[in-house]
Nanobody, 115 residues
Framework: QVQLVESGGGLVQPGGSLRLSCVDS????????MYWVRQAPGKGLEWVSG????????YYADSVKGRFTISRDNAKNTLYLEMTSLKSEDTAVYYC????????RGQGTQVTVSS
């Protein structure tokens, strides 16, 4: 059973930054690859980033490469997404997930980039 809770979303101006967090209480966090996916208004789920269980393998969609940083703290069962240089097209609900497609995801946190 997926038990993921995201937080840290909000309203930010273009060029601003946000840090998302995701706590996993499912009990297998330190063994799992973890992902961030997002869903913009009127669109499907989009893979954003992934990280291996040890945290030393990180992968990004081209649309966020160089602006977003994924990380994890296995001692705290927590996944992070540091987002900088935010653009209006980053506006979406952001989910942490156990799979790249986002089928096993949390409830999400809204990120709105607007002036």
């Amino acid at each position: 059973q997926v038990q993921l809770v995201e937080s840290g979303g909000g309203l930010v101006q273009p060029g601003g930054s946000l840090r998302l967090s995701c706590v996993d209480s499912g009990g297998t966090f330190n063994m799992d690859w973890m992902y961030w996916v997002r869903q913009a208004p009127g669109k499907g789920l989009e893979w954003v980033s992934g990280i291996n269980s040890h945290g030393n393998g990180k992968y990004y969609a081209d649309s966020v490469k160089g602006r977003f940083t994924i990380s994890r703290d296995n001692a705290k069962n927590t996944l992070y997404l540091e987002m900088t240089s935010l653009k209006s097209e980053d506006t979406a609900v952001y989910y942490c997930a156990k799979d790249k497609m986002g089928n096993q995801r949390g409830q999400g946190t809204q990120v709105t980039v607007s002036s």
